[in-house]
């Protein structure tokens, strides 16, 4: 049965007159959602974990919040059978993953998986090079919704060519896949993926730390604050169907509370996609309500798709806009010291415009209301100095409605 579907599906790959098929449009209309396995769990990932993650996100709020995808990370795989297809670890996935995604389905949501362009994955597992049309099929089949595709052992080859392949063979296979490319940056994807993916990374891996380097001695992990500086020239890229990925939240994962709520901040400011990556089950109060801020989430998640800019930065607290639908603006104050700092900024004298999307916040006429988007208050208007107390590794976060 497997062997006849691949001859049928190489001979409809090489004769039809469709070349180059582009990605599932639409799937990522604003940047995706979801949580992923590795940040938290690595290798050690299950049905049983999968399952009650699942739950947790319908139980937590989160699914209500915008949160969709489930996404299995690295080290789900088992062997290839005799036909070259992919098969899960019969130990950890005892059901499949055909049960294990309609599980995930039955709750609302979506499942996502984890492959590689190399021989072998970053954690030693069978990579898709030279099977991508039969894990596309393996995947469609399973009901999956959503991959993400690492770059680890790809001796010679492309990085362009190598995703391009996969994009065609997830079209062919038929299923509408959001399709995560992750080459960490090094191949410049922000100039040749926008019709290839619906998101990249763009940097190196994150791990649980506000402002550090963790050198691991042939390749780095960043801090939140690295990863936010190595986005310097990239917003003119993003947009809706194609973001810059930062990464994988780290909130709840070791921060500070401030440092959690300024990295879930930056994250919103940037359009970047927000896939959670702690321990949902037994994640705090605290964490929970980080996660599922409706008014920060809808900074995001905001339909024009614009990234946010740095406006100034002065005393080490930088000022960054976004330029909102609606005429709207999000505001944000990125205390980076770690002492709080008092600011202070006067909205008539600021010239604050935005070549990118052509939008200028008016400092004339009646203004804007000012919303303190953590606190869920008012913040008076633009027709008033504002002042305010940030704390140490912190934000404060604003929105600018006209009045």
Known sequence: MHSMKVFLFVA?????????????????????M???????????VSEQLIRETADAMVASGMKDAGYRYINIDDCWHGERDATGFIQPNKEHFPSGMKALADYVHSKG?????????????CGGKPGSRGYEYQDALTYA??????????????????????????????????????????????????DWAKN?????????DIYNCFDCVYDHGTWKSWGVLQILDKQEGLREHAGP???NDMDMLEVGNGMSINQDRAHFSIWAMLAS??????????????????????LVISVNQDRLGIQAFRHSTRDGVEYWFKPLEDGAWAFMALNRNKEARKIAFNWK??????????????????GYALRDLWRDRSAGTTRQLFVADVPGHDVLLLKLTPR
Request: charged content about 20%; hydrophobic content about 35%.
């Open 34 to 44: 979801g949580w992923n396995s590795w940040n938290k769990f690595g290798c050690d």
């Open 141 to 190: 089949e399973w009901g999956v919704d959503y991959l993400k595709y690492d770059w680890c052992n790809t001796d010679g080859l492309k990085a362009e060519g190598a995703y391009l392949t996969m994009r065609e063979a997830l079209r062919k296979a038929g299923r509408p896949v959001l399709f995560s490319i992750c080459e960490w940056g090094d191949n410049q994807p922000w």
């Open 273 to 294: 996609p927000l896939i959670a990556g702690n321990d949902l089950p037994t994640m705090s109060k605290e964490t929970t309500a980080i996660l599922t801020n409706r």
């Open 349 to 366: 004298t600021e010239k604050i415009s935005d070549e990118l999307s052509k939008q200028t916040l008016s400092s004339h006429g009646p």
């Open 109 to 121: 949501l979506k499942l996502g998986i984890y492959s590689d362009a190399g021989w072998k994955t």
């Open 241 to 243: 169907d194609h973001w």
């Open 196 to 204: 290839v993916g619906h998101s990249w990374r763009t940097t190196g």
């Open 12 to 32: 409809m790959t090489v004769l039809s007159p469709m070349a180059f098929a582009q990605k599932f449009e639409g799937l990522a209309k604003t940047p995706q």
